[in-house]
T-cell receptor, first 114, second 112 residues
């Protein structure tokens, strides 16, 4: 079991550019979550999917953020255009139905927008 | 509106002593609570959990206590070891909703 895989690990981009973060959940996990961690706000849930369907995107900060899950093994979080205030660590997590303690996080993508 | 609060951003404890990390919540609908541990450059990992039907859950050196009337939970680590140095997140959820609401985290530093 390779765990939740996120790419890239680090991303530095210029303001206004499009950024795409990628996540491969654990096979068999039917929930996928995108989180953002900042010093000011801690861990914020951005959006989560169940069986590839977005269930709650109320945490997505604004229309510049979008997320997709085209299949059970892949999800993307896109920011277009990026702004310096988007700089944060973005985590993807997955779990199986019923597994409260079974959230498995990826190692995160550290995004810096300059 | 912070529903889960960890009021201590950091805590320093001598190796071998007890570490106590605290967490308060405001939503009375929460009925399941978890602690996660996070090392730098890694994602959080699950540590221990407790259901609202219990007031204590123990796993080795880690014990979580829940005081429902005070809406307070705490994580005790005894004895503390250098490898326990990490950021600890408290999270809460209701069985009816699979979302976890997270605290801001407490950075635990174990001094040799």
């Amino acid at each position: 079991d390779a765990g939740v895989i996120q790419s890239p690990r680090h991303e530095v981009t210029e303001m206004g550019q499009e950024v795409t973060l990628r996540c491969k959940p654990i096979s068999g996990h039917d929930y996928l979550f995108w989180y953002r961690q900042t010093m000011m706000r801690g861990l914020e849930l951005l959006i989560y999917f169940n069986n590839n369907v977005p269930i709650d995107d109320s945490g997505m900060p604004e229309d510049r953020f979008s997320a997709k899950m085209p299949n059970a093994s892949f999800s993307t979080l896109k920011i277009q255009p990026s702004e310096p205030r988007d700089s944060a660590v973005y985590f993807c997590a997955s779990r199986r139905t019923g597994g409260f303690g079974g959230y498995t996080f990826g190692s995160g993508t550290r995004l810096t927008v300059v | 509106d912070q529903q889960v609060k960890q009021n201590s951003p950091s805590l320093s404890v001598q190796e071998g002593r007890i570490s106590i990390l605290n967490c308060d919540y405001t939503n009375s609908m929460f009925d399941y609570f978890l602690w996660y541990k996070k090392y730098p450059a890694e994602g959080p990992t699950f540590l221990i959990s407790i259901s609202s039907i219990k007031d204590k859950n123990e796993d080795g050196r880690f014990t979580v206590f829940l005081n429902k009337s005070a809406k307070h939970l705490s994580l005790h680590i005894v004895p503390s070891q250098p490898g326990d140095s990490a950021v600890y997140f408290c999270a809460a959820s209701a069985y009816s909703n699979y979302q976890l609401i997270w605290g801001a985290g407490t950075k635990l530093i174990i001094k040799p």
